[in-house]
């Protein structure tokens, strides 16, 4: 498995729960929103695709949205594991072998 498949499938579970509890819950707008970013993860073919992705991601906090506490939660340690992954791949690009 390649990287980016690696990436996709190591974030997809997580969006997953977060949506479905934003529908849940009555979140729809923020379910839009990680909803979109959901589709760009998965369609990520390549690491610009994916780096867009993890930029778009970030902006996560400033996009308006009002989460409530289970929600922001989630988000939280969405936005840590995807930190997590952006600073393996820094790490594996900085010292090609």
Known sequence: ????????????????????????????????FFTELLIKLVSAQDEEALLSF???????????????????QLIDDLLAHSMQITETFSASTDHPH
């Not at 980016?4 to 839009?32: C, M």
């Not at 993890?54 to 922001?72: E, N, W, Y």
């Open 54 to 72: 993890f930029l778009d991601l970030s902006t996560t906090a400033f996009v308006g949205l009002t989460f409530d506490d289970q929600a922001a």
């Open 1 to 32: 498995m390649d990287a980016i498949t690696t990436v996709r499938e190591d974030l997809k579970p997580e969006f997953t729960h977060l949506i479905e509890y934003l529908n849940d819950s009555g979140q729809l707008e923020a379910s839009t």
